[in-house]
């Protein structure tokens, strides 16, 4: 593990811990701010992630923004890193040995940011962090402690795209979360 962002983030410059290394435009490192009170984690970069380095810039963070908007977070409060720091081919799920891989890097980042909670969006976050036993459908908007962290799981803003019913419970998840910043003092409001 390494102490500093600076160790860690050149760390991971030339990483070919797995096969994802081989068509990276761009390594997805993580966003936001670094003494972060909440910190939500993806799945993986898209195209526009890789293109551009930076999690959640399509269609699907584009659909969390508005969201965010719509309820008051502030992403610049906020820290966003996914599962793992490169595009997997044709946008699939990462595969256990990749995940595996980069897992370490995340790892680093929830030490260094130490977040109080962290929200998994999506299975792939949430069975690669909480557990494999774990399920999208039954856990989403369930809080889980786990070494001083809560955790709550909600749908993957992807998925929401692909199904407009899952909406709802997205925004509902978003709204245990501000309940909960709201209860802890924590910061993730808009600035008044
Ligand atoms: N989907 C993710 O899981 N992460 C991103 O950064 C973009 C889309």
Same mark, same amino acid.
């Given at each position: ?46 195209? =526009? ?24 977070? #502030?992403?610049? $409060? ?6 793992? $720091? ?30 109080? !909670? ?44 692909? =199904? #407009?019913?899952?909406? !709802?419970?997205?925004?509902? #998840?978003? $709204? ?5 910043? #709201? ?10």
């Amino acid at each position: 593990m390494y102490g500093t962002w600076e160790e860690l983030e050149e760390s991971i410059q030339n990483c070919q811990k797995c096969r994802l290394c081989e068509n990276r435009k761009n390594i997805v490192f993580g966003e936001g701010n670094k003494n972060a009170d909440i910190m939500f984690i993806g799945e993986g970069p898209g195209a =526009d992630e890789d293109i551009q380095g930076l999690p959640f810039v399509g269609k699907a963070g584009k659909l969390m923004n508005m969201a965010f908007e719509a309820l008051d977070i #502030d992403r610049s $409060k906020i820290y966003i890193a996914n599962i793992v $720091k490169c595009r997997p081919p044709q946008n699939r799920v990462p595969q256990e040995d990749e995940a595996m891989a980069c897992l370490d890097y995340l790892r680093n980042q929830v030490i260094l940011v130490k977040p109080k !909670i962290i929200v998994l969006m999506g299975s792939t976050a949430l069975k690669n962090i909480l557990g494999n036993e774990y399920g999208i459908t039954a856990s989403r908007g369930k809080w889980t402690e786990k070494r001083g962290i809560i955790y709550i799981p909600t749908w993957h803003p992807a998925a929401l795209l692909r =199904d #407009d019913t899952k909406k !709802i419970n997205f925004w509902k #998840d978003l $709204k245990l979360v501000l309940e909960k910043a #709201d209860e802890m003092n924590l910061q993730i409001r808009k600035d008044e």
